[in-house]
């Protein structure tokens, strides 16, 4: 009950918190010209343990779902464009899942930073010891578009 009310969302980027400004927001080393926009908290603590991206993050609170009744203006979007457009970001990563919503909510994000940095997304494909005929066309599909050049 006690943590439930200690902890909060950080004001700069909606990840979870205990203080005012999250401990990835405050820190000095983090690139500060990068954010990576995620769905929730949950998916921040995912990459974060993959000790790859030493960028910033951005909460969006969830995912545009009209079914559900949630529209842009339920999530963190205009915080995020706020953000984008008031400092010097390089790059914005879109690190959403690649459902119905999780397209609908990165097509809708995409296209309102396009005017002011570069808006990239995180490749999709298939795991680690996965069968190529077992995959399905979507999944193949973002592989095949998702390819980068050999080391």
Known sequence: ME???QVGFCSVCFHLSAEPVCEICSAPNR???TICVVADSRDVIALERTREYKGKYHVLGGLIS???GIGPDQLH???LVRRVSQQ???EVILAISPSV???TTTLYVGQLLKPFTRVTRIAFGLPMGGDLEYADEVTLA???EGRRDLD
Do not use: F, M, V, Y
Request: aromatic share 0%; glycine share 4%; charged share 35%.
């Open 66 to 68: 009209p079914i559900d």
């Open 31 to 33: 690139d500060h010209n």
């Open 88 to 90: 010097s970001i390089k």
């Open 77 to 79: 979007i205009t915080q």
């Open 101 to 103: 919503e999780g397209e």
């Open 3 to 5: 943590a439930k009310q």
């Open 142 to 144: 973002r592989a095949l």
